[in-house]
């Protein structure tokens, strides 16, 4: 086990009444293994990599209760959530490592792209100003960018969108970290980068055989690069499992749902059908009683789900799922 | 910053010159002062002032003056004062020299106050030091100068009888006096540029703390030192730049009545003097250079802009 989650709550203190942006939830990832947290916006899958990272913004937010435990290179284990922030610093960057949505925001503008990426290596490898440049050059040449020392030398506004998700990874990479956070890497990126990025991301795991926690809403890019898939609703967990078997036999409505609101080429025989969840997620402010996803579930039943909070069960299979109806709803509803 | 990119700032530059020395010239025309009268008095016969206006050109047509005066500004010639017979331009300069001092130590101040007051405010929001920092901001913001300066006078000059109440000792002469003098007035006009600097200063670090890059360098597992310092303070200080050079404008405009107050002979009371003894060659050496000072001013924070942020390097 390279991480794992337990019991994991966080909570906002917004002016409209707190918020339970992540509430208990618990999960865990092997080493080597790509880990896909799907959900909608609000879903708390960026908040929990935040608090994986110790970096929930506070004030409004603050992690209520749980452990994060990361096993480190050394062999030793660590609570996160309780570790010293010396600690935290050698862990950051270069043991656990997080690339972004916004990739051009994420890069400082008056640096250049180089200086950037041997940043880290210079405070974690303690290299010198020199080499870590070289490294940083070497980096980007193995990232498939193209001129490698003038691109070093280039700043942020001086690069694409895609290019400066490559050089997000490059920094990020810098220093082999065993775990690497993609918190919807690709969402900000052209359809045609986007496959770019993650093939690239699937490189560097084939080489360092590091862990990657990928956030994203995209069933898709869950489909090309997960190994399991964990679904958020309104702050927990909602269904678990390898994603050959969440694919084909989703069992909490919301996956199916999901699943089916992925569009689909369109064939003779087969019109397009694209189908979407009836409703809005939910306000974390005010999730709902019983199970969170009974006002948009087309199986919910009065005076069970709008009353019974539902628990995650363990379908044996390595599949967990958070249904009262589970029994009842067999072989993967659409 | 490439070459030419300088060269066509510094043109620039010369145009501006060029068109505040035709205004400078335009409106001294038009004020109500006669030199010849000036220089002889007003029981001068009407022969002896025609041959005096002949003499310095005042009858020429006016194109013809103002070629005449900008050959002789072009060769570093201001003209002479009709007050004290002196040449303008050496005195001037030298009071300008002295404004400089006091507005060098006043940004000086202002930088060493205002940059860490801005950026500890945003790092404690809503704490006792945030609402300081904001009441030290309205307050520079809204109170005139003229009424710092005397409320500085009567507490620390008349009250507490810390400082000299008025004067100006050049450092040269005798340097602790010198300091004691500047005091006050540097007091007074820092004040209103903290404020401006102390609010530029907490907004733009607020802003980038809660950018994305900000985030990424402690990811890298930076000290939150370096953080603040490498990637926090170096991005948050750059519109501070422009706030300091627009600042020059109110400076040159505060500093008359700070000098006037404080009875320091620099370029802003020279100018003063020079408007009330209808001195037309001094006002027109005070209003150019005051113009030029700007001109300097706003030239060197752009070369100071494109050297912090590489995305102003112009090519």
Known sequence: MLLSINDLSVRFATAAGTADAV?????????????????????????????????????????????????????????LLRASSARLRDIRGNEIA?????????????????????????????????DAMRMAVRMLGSLGISEPEMRARSYPHQISGGMAQRVMIAMAMACRPRLLIADEPTTALDV????????????????????????????????????????????????????????????????SGLLASVPRLVTDDSPLVLSAIPGEPPSPLAHPRGCAFHPRCRYAVKGLCDTTPPPLRDLGNGQAARCLRIDEIVGGAT | MSLTWLSRRLLLMAYTMLVVAVLVFAITQVLPADAAV?????????????ALRQKLGLTDPTWLQFWHWLWSLL?????????????????????????LLLAACSILLMLVIAVPLGVLAALRRGSALDVFASLVSYLGIS??????????????????????????????????????????????ISLVLIAHVARMMRSETIDVLASDYVRAAQLK?????????????????????????????YLLGGIIVVEEIFAIPGIGRELLIAIQNRDLPSIQAGALIMAGTYAVANLLADIAYALLDPRLRYD
């Open chain 1, 23 to 79: 509430a208990s939830l618990s999960f865990a990832i092997e080493e080597g293994e790509t880990l896909a947290i799907v959900g909608e916006s609000g879903s708390g899958k960026s908040v929990s990599a935040l608090a994986i990272m110790g970096l929930v913004p506070n004030p409004p937010g603050r992690v209520t209760s749980g452990q994060i435990v990361f096993r480190r290179r050394n062999g030793s284990t660590e609570d």
């Open chain 1, 98 to 130: 997080m690339v972004f949505q916004e990739p051009l925001a994420a890069l400082s503008p008056v640096f250049t792209i180089g200086e950037q990426i041997a940043e880290s290596l210079r405070l974690h490898q303690r290299k010198s100003h020199a």
């Open chain 1, 192 to 255: 045609t980068i986007q496959a770019e990025i993650l093939s690239l991301i699937r490189q560097m795991k084939e080489e360092t055989g590091m862990a990657v926690l990928f956030i994203t809403h995209n069933l898709g890019v869950v489909a090309q690069i997960a190994d399991r898939v964990a679904v958020m609703y309104a702050g927990r967990l909602v269904e678990e499992g390898p994603t050959k078997q969440i694919f084909s036999s989703p069992r909490m409505p919301y996956t």
């Open chain 2, 38 to 50: 000036t220089l002889l008095g007003q029981n001068a016969t009407p022969a002896a002032l025609l």
């Open chain 2, 75 to 99: 060769h570093g010639n201001f003209g002479t004062s009709m007050r004290t017979g002196l040449p303008v331009g050496p005195t001037m300069f030298a009071a300008l020299s002295r404004s």
């Open chain 2, 143 to 188: 109170v005139p100068e003229f009424v710092t300066a005397t409320f500085v006078l009567v507490v620390l000059a008349d009250r507490l009888g810390w400082l000299p109440a008025t004067g100006y000792v050049p450092l040269s002469q005798h340097f602790a006096d010198g300091v004691r003098h500047l005091i006050a007035p540097v007091l007074t």
């Open chain 2, 221 to 249: 597992g930076l000290l939150r030192r370096t953080v603040l310092v490498r990637h926090v303070l170096r991005n948050a200080l750059l519109p501070v730049v422009t706030v300091v050079a627009l600042d020059v404008g």
